[in-house]
């Protein structure tokens, strides 16, 4: 609510000081609360004057004074969910706040939820790297329509988490857990044109297996292809 202007206090308190009339009368007359008449002699018995105090100012937020501290909780933990920061920052602040608060305020510092860029663990050493630019340079000259790719894939319930938090226009890079559980294996050949063959097991690929798919069901698949191309 809007104070009061500094003319109608003194024209107030001017009336009550010029005697034969009591506060709830100077109330009625000017439209105001007994209360506030009261309020307006003390003021000017005890500080002078009869100036409205300054209204307003910003309510001090859970997170004023903390903007660095909770971009590092961040850049700690990614990954972690808005119940999860809430229980952190009750643990290491002694404060307690809600989901709702926590999202809007890492909202407010542009510390967005995002899908990862996961890479692989193993396919940055220094070996496989090597592997790859050996491969490449001996397949680049090969015709596309030649060419056959073979691939695999794993079904497990070691899963790393797919999103994290980072800052607006940043990634958020993380690493593959190498898991040591049980699996479902998927391996497959492709060639320019379609599906060759696919396999499935449970467990892990080795060479014993990878020799299986390549003799029972690849090979024959060329074969049948070669035949079909020849009459």
């Known amino acids: 609510m809007k104070a009061y202007c500094i003319d109608l206090r003194a024209k107030i308190v001017k009336v009550y000081s010029q005697g034969n009339t009591s506060i709830r009368k100077v109330a009625m007359r000017f439209g105001v609360a007994k209360s506030f008449v009261q309020k307006l002699l003390s003021l000017q018995k005890t500080q002078g004057h009869v100036k409205p105090k300054q209204q307003g100012g910003a309510i001090k937020g859970e997170f004023d004074d903390h903007e660095v501290q909770l971009a590092e909780m961040v850049e700690k933990y990614p990954e972690a969910t808005l119940s999860e920061y809430c229980e952190y920052w009750g643990s290491n602040y002694n404060q307690r706040v809600s989901t709702s608060t926590m999202c809007r305020q890492l909202q407010k510092q542009k510390l967005t939820r995002k899908k990862k860029t996961l890479r692989s663990s193993q396919g940055t050493t220094e070996k496989i790297q090597i592997f790859r630019t050996e491969y490449w340079q001996k397949v680049q000259k090969i015709a596309a329509e030649k060419l056959i790719f073979i691939d695999e894939m794993v079904v497990l319930l070691g899963l790393t988490r797919t999103h994290a938090r980072n800052f607006c226009g940043m990634r958020v890079d993380d690493f593959k857990p190498f898991y040591r ?38 090979l024959p698949e060329l074969w049948r292809a070669c035949c079909s191309c020849h009459g």
Request: charged fraction near 15%.
């Open 181 to 218: 559980g049980a699996k479902v294996t998927v391996i497959g050949a492709i060639s320019w044109t379609k599906i060759l063959a696919v396999m499935t097991l449970n467990g892990s690929m080795d060479g014993n297996v990878f020799k299986v798919f390549v003799e029972k069901c690849l």
